[in-house]
């Protein structure tokens, strides 16, 4: 079980990718085991020293039924203090983004790929789709 955030390599510069875990309740595990996710419009926000995932959606477990939890909550991310505050400083002064690119289960517990990015320009995503179609055309003549 992989949900990958493929609009989020089109729309961003990746500057840094960081592992961190993520805070869930026992519907919402049950779900993101089903593969009931979607990280596509959601990002990372840092609040008073700590890390928190907004706008994930995480659908309703079937089973669940009184106690299922909220789709879009604010989840918590786990992750080192020191990493923590690293990221805050380049959020607030250099002007990045933390976006979630992947979110997967590691040895049973859930984990979220976020990334340090910098948003792209229009000319840089054409600029992105010329180069993609060049490999993409490179390789087909290559594999004749």
Do not use: W
């Not at 996710?37 to 020293?49: A, M, P």
Request: proline share 1%; charged share 40%; net charge positive.
């Amino acid at each position: 079980m992989e949900i990958v955030n493929r609009k989020a390599r089109h729309d961003y510069f990746i500057v840094e990718e960081y592992e961190c875990g993520i805070v869930l309740t026992g519907t919402e595990i049950k779900s993101l085991r089903e593969g009931n996710c979607n990280i596509g419009d959601s990002y990372g926000h840092i609040r008073k020293g700590e890390l928190f995932l907004l706008n994930s959606f995480i659908g309703i477990y079937k089973e669940g039924n009184l106690f299922n939890h909220q789709e879009t909550r604010t989840r918590k991310l786990l992750m080192h203090k020191k990493e923590i505050l690293k990221l805050d400083n380049k959020v607030k002064l250099e002007g990045y983004t933390l976006i979630p690119l992947k979110v997967y289960l590691k040895d049973n517990k859930a984990k979220v790929l976020l990334g340090l990015c910098k948003g792209k320009k229009d000319y840089d995503k054409r600029e992105s789709i010329k180069e993609r179609d060049i490999k993409r055309e490179l390789e087909k003549k290559y594999k004749r």
